[in-house]
């Protein structure tokens, strides 16, 4: 689906990403992490891989140590920052 049509499947994993589904969260750091449908931002994909992580989506916490290669400790600060302001949505 993501290859034929990935507006469609971005849509759907940011509407389950942001309802807090583990698995969804972490294929959007992917998104993120490649810049595959959405502008390439290691902040973004480390704060999606921090939260699936967080509940316990194993892969997350390996993806996370290779992005953190990538980023200034400022920004990772500012993407642990971002996942302690993150609300599921209601």
Known sequence: MA????????KILVDDAGNGM????YYLGDLYGDG??????????HMWY????????????????????K?????????QE???DWNPKK
């Open 22 to 25: 583990a698995e969804a969260q």
């Open 36 to 45: 595959i449908g959405v502008p390439q931002d290691y902040m973004l994909a």
């Open 3 to 10: 290859k034929k049509n990935i507006v469609s499947a971005l």
């Open 82 to 84: 971002m996942v302690r």
């Open 50 to 69: 921090n939260l699936s992580a967080l509940q316990g989506y194993e892969n997350a916490t390996d993806q996370i140590s290779s992005l953190e290669d």
């Open 71 to 79: 980023m200034s400790p400022q920004q990772i600060e500012q993407a």
